[in-house]
């Protein structure tokens, strides 16, 4: 197994530009067993064979053992199955450690169904070489149309009354290409609210040149 690790989105990933996400401006947080994931969701359709661009992002997931701060660019995911019929992703991404040192790297993991009834609460799984352990995360798929965009949704610690810790609040926006249209950032727009995340708090990633995934 490929020993890096980013993540969504690992991501994902202690590539970590950390982020403050910021409380819905109206409404009450709904507890995180509320939050609707996508209907009827399809790995297989998800995965087609074509990688998903982070494009934006409030912050990633830290790896415990790697806590310098990093600059990432390029991140994308790929997901499939092997021949056991495990789900199986794929994440590359670009880190830049200084001005004139930048290289690929890549992570290998797993993903399981965290909820049969509701196929779109996945969860990754990464090695962590660092500390010899598996990094595990919650990669909730809100939406995605299967083609142009997914918003992913993670929360990694709840609050008393079932919501989500603001500090452990984590969403991410892949698409096949680069970029997002205006209908899209509107829905990124909703999403996010609906989790009290406020859209502002999102970083850009960017594309330039695209690491490879073997």
């Not at 994902?12 to 982020?19: D, E, I, P, R, S």
């Not at 199986?88 to 450690?97: K, P």
């Not at 290998?108 to 010899?132: A, I, M, W």
């Not at 798929?141 to 918003?151: F, G, K, P």
Request: some cysteine; proline content about 6%; charged content about 15%.
């Amino acid at each position: 197994m490929t020993s890096w690790v980013i993540l969504p989105l690992a991501s994902l990933l202690a590539l970590l530009l950390a982020g403050s996400p910021a409380r819905a401006q109206t409404g009450t947080c709904p507890p995180v067993s509320n939050i609707p994931v996508q209907t009827g969701f399809d790995f297989d359709r998800f995965a087609n064979g074509t990688r998903w661009n982070v494009i934006q992002y409030n912050k990633i997931i830290p790896i415990e053992g790697l806590d310098m701060e990093v600059v990432k660019s390029d991140v994308s995911l790929m997901f499939s199955r092997d021949p056991n019929d495990t789900m199986t992703v794929n994440l590359a991404g670009r880190v830049r450690l200084a001005s004139s040192l930048a290289f690929c790297l890549k992570l290998e993991g797993t993903v399981e169904e965290g909820n049969p009834e509701h196929p779109g609460k996945l969860r990754q799984s990464y090695y962590n070489p660092l500390k010899d352990q598996y990094l595990q995360f919650n990669f909730w798929v809100l939406y995605t149309d299967y083609d142009n965009l997914t918003v992913v949704y993670a929360c990694e610690k709840t609050l008393g009354d079932g919501t989500c810790d603001p500090g452990s609040t984590f969403i991410w926006t892949l698409s096949r290409g680069t970029s997002q249209s205006p209908a899209q950032k509107t829905k990124v727009q909703e999403l996010s609210s609906s989790v009290c995340l406020d859209v502002a708090s999102l970083r850009q990633m960017n594309h330039t040149t695209a690491c490879p995934m073997t």
